[in-house]
């Protein structure tokens, strides 16, 4: 292979969609493509590994089968809730999974080399930089690769975004976590807990099963978003006081912390010859769920790439609204919207009216796996949705038909 055509940088998730999504859409670009990660395989991820079923669609129609042994999985059946001194559970069987993002991201990775894409691992990208001939990627051990376009898929704080004139983004999170022992008390093995009983957590703990070199174990954490530049809330003592109502001291475990940046639907994620997918774009700033939307991402963008480098047009102009046309873009607005009625002076009623409508989510539930909604099941939601907003939250009804009115 010459000089390539295609760089993508970042051999996560959304980078290695985004490889098989276009080697899908346009083999010939394909032979010119090369990932650039920075490490080597299999390297872990900090990420508590929760990935719903519409990710695996996405790949099954690739014909990408991540069997068990390969990607050891704790398969999910439900989400269980606590809030407001209440706990419950709601089932929706086949869901997703729970994986451990070494074995995801390395299996993902062997099924690109296995189709003939080129990966460079312990490649590490400082910047990039564009010009009319292309776009330079300057390399850590100082080489330089010319390349038609490149694709950001390095994550939150990747040099593409950093070094391509992107706006760095505001919507930001934080989440800390650790893997202990099963304890007597967890919610069931199949589920996913979300604890909001810490009013003042602009986010949630939680407690998810998984596998730890295939010892079942529970991963731990807390989930925050970043209110602005003066914010000292301290993620790791909330994980402290969390783990510690469990009888568990932080100090016996590896604490990992992560940051992540959430989708705005105003902001750029392109620039000539430039376009962001997956963390590096933004995701799903109300739970910080990443791996689906980096996979769903790197499904828009293989067509769209193919489409481009046919037409000649690498400007990506119209990547935003690309995105926002998608189910991808509906997902992350509607999600937004929920992240501002349920971290914000609503969200006692948000969680009076959620422990009262397990019609709305189990509709919820099942868009997260990407199951349709029948007729049936969106009657049933608004017959539980409706009532509950009257009892519980007018006030959020009225906020909400005055936020609408301002979109329009």
């Known amino acids: 292979m010459g000089s390539p055509e295609l760089i993508i940088i970042g051999g996560g998730p959304a980078g290695i969609s985004t490889a098989l999504h276009v080697a899908s859409s346009s083999p010939a670009l394909a032979e010119r493509t090369v990932v650039l990660e920075k490490e080597r395989y299999p390297r872990d991820k900090f990420c508590a590994g929760a ?9 099954s129609a690739l014909g990408v089968r991540l069997t068990p042994d390969v990607v050891p999985r704790v398969p999910i059946d439900a989400f269980s809730f606590a809030a407001a001194g209440e706990r419950w559970v709601v089932r929706e ?20 080399i296995a189709r003939g894409i080129r990966i460079r691992e312990g490649t590490a990208v400082l910047g990039v930089e564009s010009g009319a001939d292309g776009v330079r990627v300057k390399l850590a051990n100082g080489d330089t690769l010319l390349a038609r376009a490149v694709v950001g898929a390095d994550g939150v704080g990747g040099p593409v975004r950093r070094t391509s004139g992107l706006p760095r983004g505001h919507l930001r999170a934080q989440a800390v976590e650790l893997d202990t022992e099963i304890l007597p008390g967890d919610p069931p093995r199949d589920a996913l807990h979300f604890d909001f009983e810490a009013s003042t957590l602009r986010g949630y703990a939680w407690d998810f099963p998984t596998l730890v070199d295939g010892v079942p174990k529970v991963c731990r954490g807390v989930y925050r978003v970043v209110a602005g530049p003066g914010d000292r809330d301290d993620a790791r003592e909330r994980l402290a006081r969390f783990v510690a109502d469990k009888g568990l001291d932080i100090a016996s475990y590896r604490v990992k912390q992560l940051a992540e940046r959430g989708f705005d639907p105003r902001e750029p994620i392109s620039r000539p010859r430039v376009l962001l997918v997956g963390e590096s774009a933004g995701i799903d700033l109300a739970t910080g769920e990443g791996i689906a939307q980096a996979i769903q991402y790197g499904a828009l963008a293989g067509a769209y790439l193919a489409r481009a480098f046919r037409a000649g047009d690498l400007s990506f102009g119209d990547w935003l609204a690309t995105v926002h046309a998608d189910g991808l873009g509906h997902q992350l607005r509607a999600r937004l919207w929920a992240y501002g009625r349920f971290f914000g002076d609503d969200r006692r009623a948000m969680e009076r009216v959620i422990r009262r409508s397990s019609g709305a989510l189990r509709v919820g539930m099942r868009n997260w796996a990407g199951k349709p909604n029948d007729k049936v099941a969106w009657v049933r939601a608004l017959a539980d949705l409706g009532p509950a907003l009257l009892e519980h939250g007018p006030s959020l009804v009225l906020r909400t038909l005055r936020s609408l009115r301002a979109r329009r």
Do not use: K, Q, S
């Not at 990935?51 to 790949?59: H, K, P, Q």
């Open 93 to 112: 069987p086949g869901i997703g999974w729970v994986v451990r993002r070494a074995e995801l991201d390395h299996a993902l990775a062997n099924v690109a």
């Open 51 to 59: 990935i719903g079923m519409r990710a695996i669609t996405a790949l």
